[in-house]
């Protein structure tokens, strides 16, 4: 069996390849330093990059880099009945940074930061303890990040109420339960 490089699987040349190196060193690199060391234009080298951002082999991601900042992290390994049925509970969710399919003992992955570890405790009982589908959950706190590692957030999570049955807006965690609201103004009045 004849292994296929990134370049054959990706579909680039040498020059794509060059500048997709040089990009991950330096996201602030510019044009005209990419072309000197390809031995291109520099529209020539604009005219790939945009090539590169339409095969989606160039993205920005915007969030906090873990290794620099000091946000609690959380990698929560999911064991499911149904992956497809947690998922889709899950999507939509603005506290879950991060999740993937995989397989294994566990087929899901989720990444949850927060400020603090008892938020993101009280996330995994919410949307993956208490579910009937769910069969197993690990979670494993991030200590450091040995390279940069950027992960998006919404801030939302730091309007989290501890005593809603839910995480907030579009929780599609239980049907029956009334949807959480931001307005803490509204939940003084209900009291």
């Not at 296929?4 to 060193?25: N, R, S, V």
């Amino acid at each position: 069996m004849i292994k296929k490089t990134f370049k054959e699987i990706l579909g680039i040349d040498d020059a794509d390849y060059k500048i997709i190196e040089m990009m991950e060193k330096d996201p602030d690199i510019t044009h005209s330093k990419i072309a000197i060391e390809i031995e291109k234009s520099q529209p020539a080298v604009g005219a790939r990059i945009i090539k590169l951002e339409r095969k989606h082999l160039l993205t920005k991601q915007i969030g906090f880099n873990l290794k620099l900042v000091d946000i609690k992290t959380v990698i929560v390994f999911v064991a499911t009945k149904d992956v497809e049925t947690v998922v889709e509970k899950i999507e939509k969710c603005p506290f879950i940074n991060h999740a993937f399919k995989i397989s294994g003992e566990f087929n899901l992955l989720c990444f949850i930061s927060a400020s603090d570890l008892q938020t993101v405790e009280k996330l995994v009982d919410l949307c993956f303890r208490k579910d009937p589908n769910v069969i197993n959950v690990k979670t494993n706190i991030i200590i450091d990040s040995v390279h940069d590692f950027v992960v998006p957030i919404d801030f939302q999570i730091e309007k989290f109420d501890f005593h809603s049955g839910n995480c907030g807006p579009n929780c599609n965690n239980a049907v029956n339960l009334p949807k959480y609201t931001f307005d803490t103004n509204q939940e003084e009045k209900d009291e």
